[in-house]
């Protein structure tokens, strides 16, 4: 069939789409237009492009054999006709015609289509705060800023960074300033943690504290109150509700929204967060209107619900589902999980599934189990420890989310992409427990990361594991008077547990190793909750489960052990 | 309930079961007996000890804090009563009982059971050739024997090993022998390829051109004939049906069986293969007899056959849902699909599910797609190409197995562990293109290569992408005249295609860039089948698909394309 396809928006899901319906039907002709000059390119580089670890913005809109995408491109290689600098301002849904602007000539025309796909994208969100419009002051949603930012440090012009937001590209670039400029940075989030949304507190606080400790000032539960312009007009700083910030340069990273104006004017259905209403062949209400990329909404494979989960490796495979169906192949595309990773310095952070607090807002009986394995087999030389934490519901035993922090490499990736097709599945802690991920030890532990997070999820859901949450015992550390009532009991190796025990007093925090609690269990005060504390909370484990088949009932294990709180931003350690 | 559980061999699934047992069940008194003094060890870990990485044995058998897992671990930490040094000789149904034999002192005893579990692994295949008994020949199946070679090694003593056999072990053993002490290396295997059964041909061949490119000489579809010895009676050599390789070390990996006598003079049901017969809850056909770990076969979750896949992993997770079972918490244990990881020098090389060759003799219409992409966004300066091979079912469109070798690191344990829990839930092609794999520039691709996998898999199924075989392609390459009517051609740049064109003249290999495809096809031959080539076999699939379309119809796509052929051993590249 020989159709005329109109596409709106050039950067990821437009594309995507374009090629794969000239592909699919040659005899269609197919426009693709945007309002910028700079199309087709790999947004979620931008920081590494500011960074310096790519040297030229070329790279980031060339294919991996190094032709740039740019219109000609399009029209040579992939008989797509393209029109960049080019806006859509109406659509006229009657006459199925599209009223563009070209922005540098004001020339309008009107383009008809048999079928039209809106891959408009996201938009910045920008703060209502005074002084956004100073110089100096970006988002970070486009090329064009990239480069202006990045020509500004280049040059040698900033001293002193701001970043307001604490999300990914905040992180992002927040390390992009200070690892490879070595400016100085500081980080502004108004939440209680940072990737709010993305991962839950604990995770989100060893990623604080490793910021910290590669020299970004991260302030959190703080608001952004006001930019602040020098004499000669050039931004000087950031007020927050807590205090001045000198900077000059401020990034605001504050969060993207849908862009859907030209769907909303023309009568589509959007959703009350703004994003075009789409069925799972990417159709918005207007069966010959498309959508797809950051401007939708998806279905959530956990719970069901939409979520707005603006992310380039969702925005291709919508774009290649709604390529397929307009090109008559019906293809569907079912929703995600919001599967996440990042890079942050020598860590990484991913994610995928819904977290404590999003589970617990959906209704669902959501617990966590918090784990600190090895990586790889405790043996291998090159191991270190990652953190993982599994969300699940104790009624049903659904694993409703996973996240996980470690060392830089693939290791949390293979992790998050062992869960995400589990999680998408709706598999339970059971089937968690025995899924097969691949093992040899340079790679992974006989039992692999993911089957360790389970079984803690299974003990605590069988009542087997009783754990106290890391925030109350952090709390009981900073104020031990609050719990006169509790007692540490330390099972590690004694060299592990002297300095606490000095430092804290037996009366505190009491040592007694694991090996040895068969024999020595009856030393054990009989009127204090014990709260049983080891690296990994294996021994912890072990330890309450003895105690409690000799009749010592009153424990609490710390889940994930000292191996999350050494990774806490805590000034109690010895 | 107060039961006694027997627990007969003590490395992965008899030690893991022992003491989920006295987890759940402490009033049970459970004994663990094993024929070796050394146990609970990690026996995958033996050729990074071997090598030099791991510095001391006691590692492989100590836990993550460092306690050696012996008798008395066992004993004081556990409860689990623990004799070493004794072997199961015969097992009495009907009483109940197992007669054991201490090793040392000759003493027999019956030791009577409510419960029995039957982890007695596997045993190596000794080839039936001459001079197997020499001394400096060893299996690789202990850490007595991995302590004995490294001490050989160590002393100064090798100069020169053979290994027998290109499975997982063999190739992980010539690299240890290889990379860390410098020794002469050479690897026999019977079959066309390494790791057969667990890669298809064209995995296997990048991994033997890697270990040749590292020094290991790799000789394939020889059969080991003859081990020869010297006047001192120590192993100088191993002699094959094509040559003598002089070695003052021969280590045998020929593969394992499961060792199974026990059980089968017990009168349980046993395989044909050997392996003992088990149910879901790990329980033999005798009710209160379980089996775990290497001396069982389990069910594939893609085939529905029985398997035997001698994996830590799996016998870790088999032998806990035997201790559940035991203990009275009906947990199952499905099957898997052999996840398996493997680091070989500088590569990575994983798989899981069926082979090609595997998912043939199965009886499905299998064929694969082959694939190079970047390992990570290719605008990424550590980006690396990875090869993966996905194979599928013509007729249901089910994905039956997923291959990948790329550089070391996660990254192909990271795409493995995303295929793994699809393979076992049966997915299509077409939940593969969807399945959302984590994504950012420094892991990943937009595209990830799983997804990017099935998209050409999908391609091939509906017939837009027509292939050639990539060993078809080689013959040709190396006996051109042996199909006059082939022309090969290349739609890369032309700074890549012109030492091509230079070498084997246009009327064999032919220059039209990609981009040039759209006005220039008429100066295509229209008497010949062009064979298209480029680097990753993405622009060739969209030429042919072009080609198609104005009427050129005798194409074939190399899939994979020239980042495969490069990888290979071939000795006519320009």
């Known amino acids: 069939m020989k159709q005329k396809v109109v596409v709106i928006g050039a950067v990821a899901a437009g594309p995507k789409a374009a090629v794969r319906i000239k592909r699919l039907q040659a005899e269609s002709e197919v426009v693709l237009i945007d309002q910028d000059t700079y199309i087709s390119y790999g947004g979620c580089g931008i920081p590494y ?95 064009h800023k990239a480069i202006a930012i990045k020509d500004l440090i280049a040059k040698g012009r900033i001293g002193k960074v701001a970043v307001i937001g604490g999300g990914a ?20 989030e108004f939440k209680e943690q940072l990737l709010p949304n993305l991962v839950d507190w604990e995770m989100a606080e060893i990623l604080a504290k490793h910021l910290r400790d590669n020299g970004v000032d991260v302030y959190l539960q703080e ?27 401020v990034l605001m990273a504050a969060g993207v929204r849908p862009r859907s104006i030209l769907a909303r004017e023309a009568g589509l259905n959007v959703s009350r967060g703004g994003a075009i209403v789409v069925n799972e062949h990417m159709q918005t209400s207007d069966p010959d209107i498309y959508a797809a990329g950051d401007c939708v909404e998806i279905t959530s494979l956990v719970s069901g619900s939409k979520f707005f989960a603006p992310l380039g490796s969702l925005a291709n495979k919508e774009g290649r589902v709604a390529g397929d169906n307009i090109a008559g192949i019906p293809s569907v595309f079912k929703g995600g999980v919001g599967s996440f990773i990042m890079k942050a310095f020598e860590m990484s952070i991913g994610s995928a599934g819904l977290t404590l607090a999003a589970a617990r807002a959906a ?32 009624r049903t035993r659904r694993v409703l989310g996973m996240q996980g922090i470690g060392p830089m490499g693939e290791g949390i990736l293979a992790r998050i992409n062992g869960a995400a097709p589990l999680l998408c599945a709706g598999a339970a802690i059971e089937d968690f427990n025995n899924i097969e991920m691949a093992y040899s030890p340079p790679f992974s532990a006989a039992i692999d990361s993911i089957n360790a997070a389970s079984y803690v999820a299974e003990n605590i859901c069988d009542g ?8 109350d015992f952090l709390a009981f550390m900073e104020n031990p008077d609050s719990r006169p009532d509790w007692l540490l009991l330390d099972v590690r190796h004694p060299r592990e547990a002297e300095p606490f025990v000095e430092q804290f007093g037996s009366d505190r925090w009491l040592a007694l190793p694991y090996d040895e609690v068969r024999e020595r269990y009856r030393e054990l005060p009989n009127d204090k909750t014990l709260v049983i504390v080891c690296n990994a909370g294996s021994r912890s484990y072990e330890t309450q489960l003895y105690l409690r088949q000799v009749g010592i009932e009153r424990t609490l294990v710390l889940a994930g052990g000292m191996n999350v709180v050494r990774r806490l931003s805590v000034d109690w350690l010895p």
């Open 49 to 143: 492009y500011v960074s310096g670890d790519i040297p030229d913005e070329k790279e980031l809109r060339s294919t991996s054999f190094h032709m740039v995408r740019d219109e000609r491109f399009f029209e040579k290689a992939k008989g797509v006709t393209t029109m960049t600098g080019t806006r859509a301002l109406a659509i006229d849904r009657q006459q199925k015609t599209v009223l563009v602007e070209n922005l540098k000539t004001g020339e309008q025309q009107q383009l008809s289509y048999d079928k039209l796909l809106l891959a408009t994208g996201s938009e910045p969100v920008v703060l209502p705060i005074p002084g956004v419009d100073l110089p100096g002051v970006f988002t970070v949603n486009d090329l």
């Open 169 to 188: 590209i905040g992180v992002e670039m927040a390390e992009a300033c200070k690892d490879l400029w070595g400016l100085e940075v500081a980080l502004v």
């Open 223 to 249: 608001g952004a109150v006001e930019i602040l312009g020098n004499e000669d007009g050039w931004v000087r700083g950031l007020r927050t509700n807590q205090r001045t910030i000198e900077a000059d340069l």
């Open 363 to 394: 209704g669902y009986d959501a617990d966590l189990s918090l784990t600190s394995p090895s990586d790889r087999a405790h043996f291998y030389p090159t191991q270190a420890i990652a953190c993982f934490l599994l969300v699940f519901d104790r």
């Open 464 to 471: 087997r594991m009783r754990k106290i949450d890391i925030r």
